[in-house]
T-cell receptor, first 116, second 112 residues
């Protein structure tokens, strides 16, 4: 089954404790992206990757790191989480050509993160 | 300033009504997406448009590139259409190619 998986789905942590949210897709998509969703602000892009070893900043990259060492995985790393990173996080992927998506995005189920 | 503006923010309809949600954007784009977010939180991509019109079942999406405007129409609305509908545009500019900008969503409630 074609899908984007994220882990964990729920996480409660404390300020400063490094964490990684994994994202994996099985559709051989080049384009992958991370978003956060907050009440009143909607969805905002954190980082995106148009192919392996290529990553770019989105709207709100501060406090986050990503890596794209292989096509299927795109982990989101919070080196020192803070309470303002409490949010709902989505990973997504899509097929692309010459760097631009040519198809709709497939979203993961979301990760609800609480930083105390 | 938000690059993508959606209207209305909230929409209530009676089952069977024709629904229109509007999206205006201010950046040069390579594509526009319409997304649906279910009450449980999951997000599904409905359409990706770069020109013209697309139809899928009772849903129709149109885009006017010159006017920087898109509409999502739902014909014969049904309570199961109740969800948040989100417009997103993908930048077409070199320095931000691949970036995605989102509207804040339209909460649609359809009553039986």
């Amino acid at each position: 089954e074609a899908q984007v998986t994220q882990n964990p789905r729920y996480l409660i942590t404390v300020t400063g404790k490094k964490l990684t949210v994994t994202c994996s897709q099985n559709m051989n998509h080049e384009y992958m992206s991370w978003y956060r969703q907050d009440p009143g602000l909607g969805l905002r892009q954190i980082y995106y990757s148009m192919n392996v070893e290529v990553t770019d900043k989105g709207d709100v990259p501060e406090g986050y790191k990503v890596s794209r060492k292989e096509k299927r995985n795109f982990p989101l790393i919070l080196e020192s989480p803070s309470p303002n990173q409490t949010s709902l996080y989505f990973c997504a992927s899509s097929l692309s050509r010459t760097g631009l998506p040519i198809d709709t995005q497939y979203f993961g189920p979301g990760t609800r993160l609480t930083v105390l | 300033k938000n690059e993508v503006e959606q209207s209305p923010q909230n929409l209530t309809a009676q089952e069977g009504e024709f629904i229109t949600i509007n999206c205006s954007y201010s950046v040069g784009i390579s594509a526009l997406h319409w997304l649906q977010q279910h009450p449980g939180g999951g997000i599904v991509s409905l359409f990706m448009l770069s020109s013209g019109k697309k139809k899928h079942g009772r849903l129709i999406a149109t885009i006017n590139i010159q006017e920087k405007h898109s509409s999502l129409h739902i014909t014969a609305s049904h309570p199961r259409d109740s969800a948040v509908y989100i417009c997103a545009v993908r930048s077409g500019r070199g320095s931000t190619l691949g970036r995605l900008y989102f509207g804040r969503g339209t909460q649609l409630t359809v009553w039986p």
